[in-house]
Structure formats: structure tokens, C-alpha cells
């Protein structure tokens, strides 16, 4: 579990409801049961979607760690962040002046939602899902500390698969879902993202399994 502001305001508000219960019905001073009932309208949905929340980027950050080999959260980005939010990038590691990654990734909220439905069962093959599992693959990637994006791009694709896996995808629907980023996504990557075809490609140089034919 960690902070975050809707945690903050669902621990206060169950504060606040119970020294209201307690001088209503314990000391039976003043009568708050109206806003008691009204804060617990309030309070009790706040308090499931932060654990709804918190559960499923712990699905997301499990999936990242097997990518990172090590432990590492994904934190999706709330509804405050995306209004305010200008970038184009769907996800980012922060790398400190050692040049060390940080132990968490921040994925926007769109690409989380995709990822999500994605964990939910639904293991179409959409431009959506595709995207939303490859950001986890790519980002994780970076929290093992590469840093090039063209070589993150690379490993990450290679890494689709594991995390749609861990997502709760059968083998198939895992590998149709990393070939569809691969012939429809990846060829569209701005040029820092690519790399030419005999370095990432079946058997190219940054091939992790060369001996194999499955790719990516
Ligand atoms: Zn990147």
C-alpha cells in the first residue's frame, strides 16, 4: 500500500465519522447521525476505489517485476495528474544522478486503463491492449536501468508476452498480442524508438532467444 491523496481523505473522513459515532451514540451529546450517514455516502465508495485501485497496480507492478527482475510498483496516474498533464509519453522511470532507476514507474492514466481491461479477462487483441501491456514491458525495461530508448523499445517488445502472462493471457493470446505490437505499433515509432531491422528483429543482434523462432 502507499500514500495517496484519496487514501489520505478516506482516513480522515473515517476520523471524523467516528467521533461522530462516538458522541452521538456513546456519549449521546449531540446528534450527528444525519451527517454520519451522509459522510459514510462519501467515505465508503472513496475508500473501495482506493483499494480497487491499489489492487490493481499491484497486479501491474507484479507484472513489471518479472520484467525488471526485481521488485518494482507501477503507479497509475489519478484524475487530478491527467488534467494537468501535458506530456505525450505514456509512461517514465526516473533515473537519479548515479544513474540508478527509481523502484517505481508512473504510467498515465489512459495507458493503465488499457492495461487494466486488459488484466481484467479481456484478451482481445486491440491497438489498446497492446499499447497498455507493452508500456508496463517497455518502462519495466527501464527500471532494470537501460536507458536507450531504441534498445529499451527493443527488449521491451521481446517482453509483451511475459507481462500479458502474468495478466492472466494464455500463451497464444499473450504471443498474438506481442506480434500485433511488432507489425502494427512498433513500425510507427518515432526514430529514437526503432532500431534498424538487422539489430531488432527474429535473430537480429538484440534478439534475446536466438536459437528460437518466436518473436518478438
Ligand atoms: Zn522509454
Not at 475508500?47 to 510498483?73: C, I, P, W
Not at 540508478?100 to 486488459?118: F, L, M
Request: glycine letters at 8%; charged letters at 20%; one cysteine or more.
Amino acid at each position: 500500500m502507499h500514500f495517496s491523496l484519496r487514501l489520505l481523505m478516506t482516513l480522515l473522513g473515517l476520523a471524523v465519522m467516528g467521533w461522530m459515532a462516538y458522541v452521538t451514540w456513546y456519549r449521546q451529546e449531540q446528534d450527528r447521525r444525519t451527517t454520519f450517514f451522509v459522510l459514510a455516502v462519501l467515505v465508503v465508495p472513496m475508500g473501495f476505489l482506493e483499494y480497487r485501485a491499489q489492487a490493481n497496480e499491484r497486479e501491474l507492478g507484479h507484472a513489471a517485476s518479472l520484467v525488471a527482475k526485481r521488485d518494482v510498483g507501477v503507479r497509475c496516474q489519478g484524475l487530478l495528474g491527467n488534467l494537468v498533464d501535458i506530456g505525450s509519453e505514456l509512461g517514465t522511470v526516473q533515473f537519479d544522478a548515479e544513474g540508478e532507476p527509481a523502484n517505481v514507474t508512473h504510467i498515465k492514466r489512459d495507458a493503465c486503463k488499457w492495461a487494466r481491461d486488459y488484466a481484467s479477462g479481456n484478451h482481445r487483441v486491440t491497438l489498446n491492449h497492446a499499447v497498455g501491456v507493452h508500456v508496463i514491458a517497455h518502462e519495466a525495461i527501464h527500471l532494470r536501468g537501460w536507458t536507450n530508448e531504441a534498445l529499451t523499445e527493443c527488449y521491451g517488445m521481446q517482453h509483451d508476452a511475459v507481462v500479458a502472462r502474468a495478466l492472466g493471457a494464455s500463451q497464444t493470446q499473450a504471443q498474438r498480442l506481442a506480434d500485433f505490437y511488432w507489425r502494427m505499433v512498433y513500425p510507427d515509432m518515432p526514430d529514437e524508438y526503432r532500431m534498424s531491422e538487422a539489430d531488432c528483429s527474429n535473430g537480429g543482434k538484440y534478439d534475446l532467444h536466438k536459437n528460437s523462432d518466436i518473436w518478438p
